[in-house]
């Protein structure tokens, strides 16, 4: 059966609500949170609450692909996280007045186990919806479009609602956005996009990772994942003091954002239609050399170069929506080497290990950037630091552009190309006996 354009955009709707909810943990509650209890306390508990995600998210990723009900395997998993995703979201959006680090961590573990519960088979879903190479890439750019999508209006929501920044009242009212608006868009979901039941056997622990290491384009689709979310997180994390102490253009910072998150939803459909001509793997490719060639400029830019940066926004934006649909399409078709080669279908696991290796470079993007910065002698309580500015903008601008240019390497010849694919899924359907695989619900 195939998923027509009704439904790819269905099933990535719920990225968007689920997109709020991440802004806000992310980035509102450590602040939100640390006026109260001290920032080395929430940040201690936010990070146990993030490496809970270490333990979760193969555990969770594994058990979806060994479920088999009635309704599929990935939708009751996805059922059964909202409540408690929503649950957990009202207690830390909407805190009693007394609150101490033990509540923060305990709703953090809670909400990061829902998260967990909903987005994980939520991945893993979309690639099992489709076994074409071109529409799966059509079905990951629908879930990353509409999360940009919840980004923007996360971001926007303390200046449209609030008082410009994340207070009380900001957070109680992304509280009730959640409820009224992720409960509806969850089950009509559900409700219209098929779950396919497909043949599912996967292989115990022992043998499952002999076949994971040998699955040699997956090593290095994750090894140029990684590099890439490096390119992009540094950056990420160092946005705000970049545009304070380089630019000192502090009130630019939202519309800046806006304008580049944006411009990364009305380029996709432009990537799909590249993609579709030169292969999943090339369009990516030269999607990230375009970022590097733009990124070239950032570290001659000053004070007072706020339009130049606005066009690097501009010009930049066209791959930030792509840097994030494209891999998890080629991810999608990798899981069908894992197949062909009797793994049975471990869509979840694969995605389980993707989710860790996007977390990993997020990780490590804060854990070298601001301690190198702090080596050269980066102080962000000075205004006027020429040499301290200097490392800032380097380390914004040209060190990404190495990462970049790493994870173009990997991909520029990758071996899984449309091809290869088309014979990988000869090879599932020799494997597994049926000559089409999925079978409707």
Known sequence: MSLGRGGILLYGLPAMPLAVMGVPMYIFLPGFYGETLGLAAVGTAL???????????????????????????????????????????????????????????????????????MSLPYTAWGAELSEDYDRRASLTASREGFMLAGTLLAIAWPTVVGAGRADAATLAGLAWLLVLVLPPVVILTLWRVPEYHLPSHPVGWREGWRLLRRNRPFLRLVAAY????????????????FVAHVLRAEAWTGPLLLVYFVVGILALPGWLWLSRRIGKHRAWALSMLWTSLVFAWVPFLGPGDTWAFLLICVLSGVGVAVDMALPAAIQADLVDLDTAGGGGRRTGLYFGIWNMATKLALALAVGIAFPLLQWS??????VDDRDGTLALALFYGAVPIAFKL???????????DRRAQLATRARVHDVEGAPGGMTPP
């Open 47 to 117: 990070l146990v609450a993030r490496l809970w995600d270490v333990i979760t998210d193969p555990l969770i990723g594994s058990l979806g692909d060994r479920l088999h009900t009635r309704w599929g395997r990935r939708r009751p998993l996805i059922a059964a996280g909202m409540p408690l995703l929503l649950i957990s979201a009202w207690a830390l959006f909407r805190p009693p007045e007394a609150v101490g680090v033990g509540y923060l961590l305990g709703w953090g573990l809670a909400a990061y186990l829902g998260w967990t519960l």
């Open 226 to 241: 990684v590099m890439n979310g490096l390119a992009n997180g540094l950056p990420a994390s160092l946005f705000t003091l």
């Open 377 to 382: 002698g980066f102080d962000a309580t000075q």
């Open 406 to 416: 790493a994870a173009t390497g990997l991909m520029w010849r990758f071996p899984h």
